[in-house]
């Protein structure tokens, strides 16, 4: 199991965030976490970057335990985390936000060639790549935070809600990037409020409500109950 | 009051009012990359810059070392004695605040007591830079000040060509613009302030030795030269270092030009008007962007 997460507490204050959530990601999957507003999903996600730290509980990632490490030595793990807002270096040229991403690669010959990948697989990056990153539209930052996380040639890549405030069209688009990078061998945990988005692509899929786990389970399982469908996943 | 002035004061005024300026953008500098990179005011900048003074005083007038070794010698010494002021004194304080600044606060009256201790209260002198001037088409030229104002642009530069082209320099850009975004890329925060505090006070030294040549060597040098940095990042702009450069040649010829035409006095208070002008009108600054 790549990752797991083990009955974790989280509390910003006083106020309980996770109350003892568990999930796990399996290697060359793509899991997804669902929930609402304020369920708790983008904590989760911090909490296993390492950006907040647990109150109890253990995460667990390649057999090693990695909660109450701070953040950076996390990432050096080999997590990339696509933050909620996607967290750009906005007066830096999309070609620096991106080298940025390559800085625990071992040498300029790994950052040459990431970039040379990325910009394969993102021409329009390319084409702006000496423009200030927030002069770029809300999809093509999107790609730009996504590709940046790919740069250090993570083994699980965390992605908060993608999705957010994007067209249909780059929806769609995210969507096809995603099954990409799975396809490359990198393991994904979805945070999503799209449902729809999030289905078509994890295998995997959890639903998240005020802190806890309420629905877990196979996708097409999840999918194939009518109950399920309308309680949990609005669709 | 207005006497006559020739061509020659004025250009004189205007090179002196650059150089001014050079010694408060090294100043400036390192201020501002503290406060984006760490968001902190180091209080005790100021006594850096003069313990920069104070250290080439001591290698160069008491032990005989060349006057420019002995600069570069206490750039990399304060530099270093900025390195473990952000070890010991400013990291295990992250987070609170106030703490910061009562801390930082009492280490500028430390540091001034123990430069007073050390070499005793009243104005010093380091040697000159360049004695003499040059003569171009009937116009002097001081040439310490020349070399002052070169000095500065050319650390400003360099500092620029680190944070632009060096994988460090860039991953200290993208924590002042977004630190959680940093963080993500594996980036360490406690390098990124030691690098912060060592730098801005390698600059600040020597900006202190220039100034310290320049104009006056005393302990309390180190308040007036952090005024004149905190008055660079607000007009110049938080969190941007080109700001800064621009401000301080800006204030420094301001103050020069005015001082020249209205005396002293007005040298002093006209910049602070237009600090008060800019936090009013345009808090940004002119570069600003935080």
């Keep these: 199991m790549l990752l797991e997460v083990n009955n974790l507490w989280v509390s910003y204050g006083g106020a309980e965030v996770l109350r003892g959530i568990s999930c796990e990601v399996e290697e060359g999957t793509i899991v997804t976490l669902l929930g609402s507003n304020g369920a708790g999903k983008t904590t989760t996600l911090r909490a296993i970057s390492g950006l907040k730290a647990p109150d109890s509980g253990e995460v667990w990632f390649e057999g090693k335990r990695i909660d109450g490490n701070p953040p950076q030595n996390i990432i050096k793990q080999g997590i990339g985390h696509v933050l909620e807002g996607r967290a750009l270096f906005p007066y830096m040229t999309v070609l620096e936000n991106l080298i940025v991403g390559g800085f625990l690669q071992k040498d300029r010959e790994h950052v040459a060639k990431n970039l040379k990948d990325i910009f394969n697989h993102f021409p329009i990056l390319k084409e702006r790549q000496q423009q200030p990153a927030r002069t770029l539209s809300g999809g093509e930052q999107q790609m730009l935070t996504i590709a940046r996380a790919l740069m250090g040639n993570p083994k699980l890549l965390l992605l908060d809600e993608p999705s957010l405030g994007l067209s249909p069209m780059m929806v769609r688009e995210i969507g096809k990037i995603v099954q990409e990078i799975h396809q490359r061998g990198v393991s994904v945990l979805l945070v999503e409020q799209n449902a729809r988005l999030a289905l078509g692509l994890a295998k995997q899929c959890y639903v998240l409500e005020t802190g806890k786990i309420a629905l877990c389970g196979a996708t097409k399982d999840l999918l194939n109950s009518d109950e399920v469908r309308k309680a949990y996943l609005g669709l | 009051m207005l006497t006559a002035i020739s061509w020659q004061d004025i250009v004189q005024c205007i090179i002196n009012g650059l150089c001014m300026g050079g010694t408060y953008i090294l ?178 030294a020597v900006g202190g030795a220039l100034g310290g040549s320049i104009f006056n060597l005393d302990p309390y ?55 008060i002008a800019f936090l009013i009108f345009r808090p940004k600054g002119l570069f600003g962007h935080d």
Aim: proline residues 3%; positive net charge; aromatic residues 10%.
């Design chain 2, 27 to 204: 100043i400036g500098l390192g201020l501002t990359l503290i406060l984006s990179i760490m968001s902190i005011l180091q209080f005790a900048h100021g006594e850096v810059y003069m313990l920069g003074a104070f250290t080439v005083y001591f290698l160069c007038v008491l032990n005989g070392v060349p006057l420019y070794l002995a600069v570069f010698i206490s750039m990399l010494t304060t530099a270093g004695i900025g390195l473990i002021l952000e070890r010991v004194l400013l990291r295990p304080l992250k987070g609170v605040f106030m703490s910061y600044v009562c801390a930082t606060m009492g280490l500028s009256l430390i540091l001034q007591t123990a430069v007073v201790l050390a070499f005793y209260k009243g104005t010093k002198q380091l040697p000159s830079l360049w004695p003499g001037s040059f003569e171009v088409g009937g116009m002097f030229f001081s040439k310490e000040r020349i070399v002052a104002i070169i000095i500065a642009l050319f650390l400003s530069l360099a500092l620029y060509l680190f944070l632009k082209r060096t994988k460090y320099g860039l991953a200290m850009t993208a924590s002042a613009e977004n630190r959680e975004g940093s963080l993500m890329q594996g980036i360490n925060p406690n390098v990124m302030s030691a690098l912060a505090v060592a730098i801005g006070s390698g600059l600040a």
């Design chain 2, 221 to 275: 040098m180190g308040g007036l030269a952090f005024m004149k940095g905190i008055t660079l990042i607000v007009i110049g702009g938080l969190g941007s270092l080109m700001g800064t450069v621009a401000a301080g040649l800006v204030l420094g010829i301001c103050e020069s030009v005015f001082a020249l035409f209205f005396g002293s006095q007005m040298g002093i208070i006209i910049p602070l008007v237009i600090v």
